[in-house]
């Protein structure tokens, strides 16, 4: 799982300073993982992340923001508690999901936001 900068979230997921409207960067549909080292509920979700980046490799991509590290994404997405995960479709709007959602929430979420886009393909 790749560990997003300020820099690179621009360049995969979203450029808000060319956009106003949120146009998707990346070539995967991807959830971003917005933790905090001292996050009791994030350590738990980690190790379900990494399960569910192995199971959908080639279809999703999991990314994480430290939002101690980098406070300005976190403000740009208002942030205010953690877990927050943003589920990005490669076409359609984000949808954020606060808290330590379990795998099979977590599983049905990037079936139906995520994958659910792809099959009218």
């Given at each position: 799982?790749?560990?997003?900068?300020?820099?690179?979230?621009?360049?995969k997921v979203?450029?808000?300073?060319?956009?106003?409207?949120?146009?998707?960067?990346?070539?995967?549909?991807?959830?971003?993982?917005?933790?905090a080292d001292?996050?009791?509920?994030?350590?738990?979700?980690?190790?379900?992340?990494?399960?569910?980046?192995?199971?959908?490799?080639?279809?999703?991509?999991?990314?994480?923001?430290?939002?101690?590290?980098?406070?300005?994404?976190?403000?740009?997405?208002?942030?205010r508690s953690?877990?927050?995960?943003?589920?990005?479709?490669?076409?359609?709007?984000?949808?954020?999901?606060?808290?330590?959602?379990?795998?099979?929430?977590?599983?049905?979420?990037?079936?139906?936001?995520?994958?659910?886009?792809?099959?009218?393909?």
């Amino acid at each position: 799982m790749e560990h997003l900068t300020f820099e690179t979230f621009k360049t995969k997921v979203f450029d808000f300073d060319k956009n106003q409207d949120w146009k998707f960067e990346g070539k995967l549909p991807c959830i971003i993982d917005f933790y905090a080292d001292w996050c009791g509920p994030c350590k738990m979700v980690a190790p379900i992340l990494e399960e569910l980046s192995k199971e959908y490799e080639g279809k999703v991509n999991i990314y994480k923001v430290d939002t101690e590290a980098e406070q300005e994404l976190s403000q740009i997405f208002g942030i205010r508690s953690i877990p927050s995960m943003l589920f990005c479709p490669s076409d359609g709007q984000p949808q954020m999901a606060q808290g330590a959602l379990p795998k099979h929430a977590l599983k049905q979420a990037i079936d139906d936001v995520l994958l659910n886009a792809k099959a009218g393909e």
